[in-house]
């Protein structure tokens, strides 16, 4: 029973637009949230991050929102680049001291079309 | 700049043998992690090590071991590959208590025949 996902396995998006990459959760207990990237042959890098105290944070063209009542959160790239094309995985934990317990999603490849 | 690497890219090993993957950071981090990635299941922690000779089970154990002789390096053993161990194996290090973020290595593909 998967406790984050991520119901859209690809996404493509033109050039110039907004990319919206989605994650639900179901464990209440997750307080803290991640979304790394992952191009072809290398390892997934941090790309941002939010806490549940927060509903928004943004880092440049990134931006995640979160709505804990929903258990959802969205990633927003705008503008989309050629080079924002990688798979997303979003990850939950409770806390930031309980990385132990991180929980990845099955991860959603983005295409960005030039 | 953290560096985490493996020590192989591709690794091609039959039922039975005994499998070890090596993973080094050279960024003096307490935490390093083994995971698997296996399409449509993300990735899941296989052992994570929060100091030397220190070990936790994740949260698919089974069939693997582990070994932290030294803080810069994780292993991950495979005492008996088995064919549903072909996936690719993905190691990391965190900075205990600075944010959470994981630096992650390029990944082992293990193919078991």
């Known amino acids: 029973d998967q406790q984050v996902k991520q119901n859209s396995p690809s996404l493509s998006v033109q050039e110039g637009r907004i990319s919206i990459l989605n994650c639900d959760y179901t464990n209440s207990m997750f307080d803290y949230f991640l979304w790394y990237k992952k191009y072809p042959a290398e390892g997934p890098t941090f790309l941002i991050s939010i806490s549940s105290i927060k509903d928004k944070n943004e880092d440049g063209r990134f931006t995640v929102f979160l709505n804990k009542s929903a258990k959802h959160l969205s990633l927003h790239i705008v503008p989309s680049q050629p080079g924002d094309s990688a798979v997303y995985f979003c990850?939950?934990?409770?806390?930031?001291?309980?990385?132990?317990?991180?929980?990845f999603g099955p991860g959603t490849s983005l295409s960005v079309i030039p | 700049d953290v560096k985490v690497t493996q020590s192989s890219r591709y690794l091609v090993k039959r039922t039975g043998e005994k499998v070890f993957l090596e993973c080094v950071q050279d960024?003096?981090?307490?935490?390093m992690f083994w995971y698997r990635q296996d399409p449509g299941l993300g990735l899941r922690l296989i052992y994570f090590s929060y100091d030397v000779k220190m070990k936790e089970k994740g949260d698919i154990p089974e069939g693997y071991s582990v070994s932290r002789e030294k803080k810069e390096r994780f292993s991950l053993i495979l005492e008996s590959a088995s064919t549903n161990q072909t996936s690719m194996y993905l190691c990391a290090s965190l900075l205990a208590g600075v944010g959470d973020e994981q630096y992650f290595g390029p990944g082992t593909r293990l193919t078991v025949t």
């Open positions: 990850a939950a934990n409770r806390g930031k001291t309980s990385y132990d317990k991180v929980i």
């Open positions: 960024m003096d981090h307490e935490n």
